[in-house]
T-cell receptor, first 114, second 113 residues
Framework: DAKTTQPPSMDCAEGRAANLPCNHS???????VYWYRQIHSQGPQYIIH???NNETNEMASLIITEDRKSSTLILPHATLRDTAVYYC???????????????FGKGTRLSVIA | NAGVTQTPKFQVLKTGQSMTLQCAQD?????MSWYRQDPGMGLRLIHY???????DQGEVPNGYNVSRSTTEDFPLRLLSAAPSQTSVYFC????????????FGPGTRLTVL
């Protein structure tokens, strides 16, 4: 799996857009970008994933640069409940071995401030 | 759907005791797995199952047993608890092997004295 780099922490005002960056300069052509988050004391939660096109769902938008070396997760209107650690993971879409776990790095700790 | 449920939420054991952490999902997912999360170490895979009757080891299986008699349930057994097993345990499931949209349970916080 390619390595990702994320800032350790970010602040965002409540109601504003939160833009979380992720660098993945060694990403391979068949690897997707996945985002998860972990709210304090809860299990990780899947947010979104994409290959090369921008993606949007009810939770967030994912913007991937044309060269695919970086991406940004956007929470359009952050709320206090979005305070969490956000993980960017780069991985092939279908893993052939069950013994290949999702690797969660240190992520970005997002604090949404009232 | 309740998603992935885990019981208990908290547990304190003495060294040498055994216990079973319960995990259940109601999404008809084939793949289920157990992770442990320790401070500063991310999540580490303990055991996983690709379907009923099939289990295999992850990266840190020692001291743990699993079984998968039904699609819904995937219990994790601690045979003889040790302080090194103090951790937060998460169960996860996904529809089939290899899919990365995993659904995690709320976790069990275990302390071994």
């Amino acid at each position: 799996d390619a390595k990702t780099t994320q800032p350790p922490s970010m602040d965002c005002a409540e109601g504003r857009a939160a833009n979380l960056p992720c660098n993945h300069s060694t990403i391979s052509g068949n690897e997707y970008v996945y985002w998860y988050r972990q709210i304090h004391s809860q299990g990780p939660q899947y947010i979104i994933h994409g290959l090369k096109n921008n993606e949007t769902n009810e939770m967030a938008s994912l913007i991937i640069t044309e060269d695919r070396k970086s991406s940004t997760l956007i929470l359009p209107h952050a709320t206090l409940r979005d305070t969490a650690v956000y993980y960017c993971i780069v991985r092939v879409a279908i893993v052939n071995s069950g013994n290949t776990p999702l690797v969660f790095g240190k992520g970005t700790r997002l604090s949404v401030i009232a | 759907n309740a998603g992935v449920t885990q019981t208990p939420k908290f547990q304190v054991l003495k060294t040498g005791q055994s216990m079973t952490l319960q995990c259940a999902q109601d999404m008809n997912h084939e793949y289920m797995s157990w992770y442990r999360q320790d401070p500063g170490m991310g999540l580490r895979l303990i055991h996983y199952s690709v379907g009923a009757g099939i289990t295999d080891q992850g990266e840190v299986p020692n001291g743990y047993n699993v079984s998968r008699s039904t699609t819904e349930d995937f219990p994790l057994r601690l045979l003889s608890a040790a302080p090194s097993q103090t951790s937060v345990y998460f169960c996860a499931s996904t529809r089939r092997l290899g899919y990365n949209e995993q659904f995690f349970g709320p976790g069990t916080r275990l302390t071994v004295l």
